[in-house]
């Protein structure tokens, strides 16, 4: 299911007090008397799709033109992803768009009841609609639209090699990044690279070990106070074991005062189990304290005063210091730093090699792109030359039988996303003319004649499902006429197409027929919107026609539009 819009309100816009559109999926037509407010209804249709917003048109006496419109949106589509994607939301298949523009030139916007910026509309109406009017931007006007609608007319034939060019040309881009970053940051490299180099130079050749600093440390303040340690290592050895030198007699020596006490306690521990017990653990304690002041006394022995080590110590966890306010928190940390720093260095060591392989690989890929640039560019220049046709065929039978469309091809001089070339639609308005852009070589109303034209010519291929034409019919009647109105029936086999039109041979195609009044009260015009029926439809082709609704001759007239309109529908 493609979508398409349900239903619009307008409110407070132009002469339009307030009016709703319910519409179909097919052919609507939109007529009215000259002033009743046709345009804007399209003008209406192009706010709610991000058009802009123009204070004057607001209604007088109104602060504010509102446009409300609903869409019916296949869940899971393109279009419901979008929404979803901004936060909005879809209800049972319907999607709400809202928009509106205060006297002050304020606009909002609103998708699928979320506040939303006009550009966002802007960017949906891209896969939703094609408004063609007099004053408003032309989709197909847009270079890049108009080679992607080119592309969508070559067809399969296209499709391959385009997918083919789409992944060289993404893998081109990526090399080519990488190349340019690798070369413009060659110095910033090297001086990464010299200032690893250096730091794993400093480290391999102070050659920390794991821990190393806590242990220096220890050493240091050993050393450092060597005299007080030996000091204080004597003198508890003297305090526990007594002074070698000093006579026996008197001795208070902890060792002595031990065996003391052990001997009062032998003496009488027969008496009692309890002091037994006691005996046994002051013996323990004076052998304990014999084996401590034994250490003691090694100690005492072992610590000298060394000024060299102590110098040596000093200046070796000095360096690690360095190292480590260099390079991370401690010794191990230090090491890991010149880990990493080395597999760095290879990294950066490996740039030249790696230049070498992916301008390599660049080279092979530019050559890979120009032959498919160029085969991309032949399957275009016959789909170019084959729609240009069919275009010239249509404006033909649309009253403008010395136009010719062509499609211009151009180098950019550079590869694309979608190849080297530059499409642009051009109009030769009459044999020896020049052919110009669209939008200088066409009126305003030939320029619509001519998006018609090429709308249907695309409307297999284009996705677009719904197309808004404004006085597409400007200038022509007769055969003309018949002809647009059965070219935007053809359009509205698969697209919802929606018309504004003074022409009864136009309007007598649509599946819908929407008529615009407008009532006088005082004042103030106000217009609505009504949807006719069959015997509506004859009396407002009769006025279309001869002025005039109940006219005899306007009413047979306006049914034979209708009689013929409907068999060239059901035969088509």
């Known amino acids: 299911m493609r979508p398409r819009v349900d239903e619009v309100r307008i409110k407070g816009l132009g002469v339009i007090d307030e009016a709703v559109l319910s519409l179909s999926s097919g052919f609507t037509v939109v007529t009215g ?40 949106v296949e869940p899971g589509s393109r279009v419901a992803q979008q929404v979803e994607d901004v936060g909005g939301e879809i ?22 009841g979320r506040s939303v910026p006009v550009g966002t509309l802007t960017y949906l109406a891209e896969d939703l609609v094609a408004v063609h009017g007099q004053m408003d931007q032309q989709r197909l006007l847009q270079p890049g639209r108009q080679r992607a609608a080119l592309d969508r007319y070559a067809g399969e034939e296209l499709v391959k090699p385009l ?21 413009t940051k060659a110095r910033e490299r090297a001086q ?48 526990l074991l007594g002074d070698p030198m000093a006579s026996a007699q008197g001795a208070q020596d902890a060792v002595s005062l031990l065996g003391q006490a052990r001997s009062a306690v032998e003496a009488v521990r027969e008496y009692d189990t309890t002091l037994s017990g006691i005996g046994d653990r002051l013996a323990e304690a004076g052998y304990l304290v014999s084996d401590v002041a034994t ?46 720093a080395a597999a760095r260095v290879g990294e950066l060591a490996g740039d030249d090699d790696r230049i070498a392989e992916l301008t390599r690989e660049h080279d092979e890929l530019t050559v890979r792109l120009t032959e498919l640039a160029a085969e991309l560019t032949g399957i275009r220049t016959s789909a170019a ?25 151009t180098p950019s001089g550079q590869f694309g996303p979608e190849g ?38 695309f409307a297999g291929a284009d996705p677009v499902p719904t197309f808004v034409f404004d006085e597409v019919d400007a200038g022509v009647g007769g055969k003309a006429a018949v002809e647009i109105g059965r070219r935007l029936a053809r359009l509205a086999r698969t697209a919802q197409v929606i018309v504004v039109t003074h ?70």
């Open 385 to 409: 030359e084959r729609f240009g046709e069919a275009v010239t065929a249509e404006l033909s039978a649309l009253a403008m039988p010395h136009a010719k469309v062509v499609v211009v091809i």
């Open 503 to 572: 022409l009864p041979q136009v309007a007598a195609f649509a599946d819908q027929h929407l008529v615009v009044e407008k009532a006088s009260d005082g004042r103030v015009v106000r217009s609505g919107v009504t949807a006719l029926d069959r015997e509506g439809r004859t009396r407002e082709l009769s006025r279309m026609l001869a002025g005039l609704e109940d006219s005899e001759l306007g009413r047979a007239h306006a049914e034979e539009l209708l009689s013929i309109a409907g068999a060239d529908k059901a035969t088509g």
């Open 420 to 457: 080297v070339d530059e499409v642009e639609l051009r109009m030769m308005a009459h044999p020896g003319a020049p052919a110009l852009p669209l939008n200088k070589g066409a009126s305003g109303g030939e320029l619509s004649r001519v998006m018609l034209a090429i709308e249907v010519v």
């Open 295 to 340: 250490e003691l006394a090694a100690y005492a022995e072992s610590v000298e005063a060394d000024p060299a080590r102590l110098a040596a110590a000093q200046e070796r966890r000095s360096l690690l210091t360095g190292l480590i306010r260099k390079y991370g928190e401690d010794t191990v940390a230090v090491l890991a730093w010149a880990r990493d």
């Open 33 to 72: 008397e000259t002033g009743a407010g046709k345009t804007m209804v399209v003008t209406g249709l192009g706010l709610l799709f991000g058009g802009r917003a123009d204070p004057a048109r607001v209604r007088p006496g109104a602060d504010r033109a509102t446009i409300e419109g609903t869409l019916v």
């Open 192 to 239: 990464e690279a010299d200032h690893l180099r250096f730091g794993l130079e400093e480290i391999e050749k102070a050659d920390p070990k794991p821990g190393e600093e806590v242990e220096l440390k220890q050493e240091e303040e050993r050393l450092a106070h060597a005299d007080s340690l030996k000091n204080a290592a004597v003198v508890a050895h003297t305090a």
């Open 91 to 112: 209800d049972d298949g319907e999607l709400i768009i809202a928009r509106t523009v205060s006297t002050e030139g304020r606009s909002r916007a609103w998708l699928g």
């Open 163 to 183: 997918r083919a060019y789409t992944q060289a040309y993404k893998r081109h881009k990526e090399v080519g990044e990488t190349l340019e970053e690798l070369t």
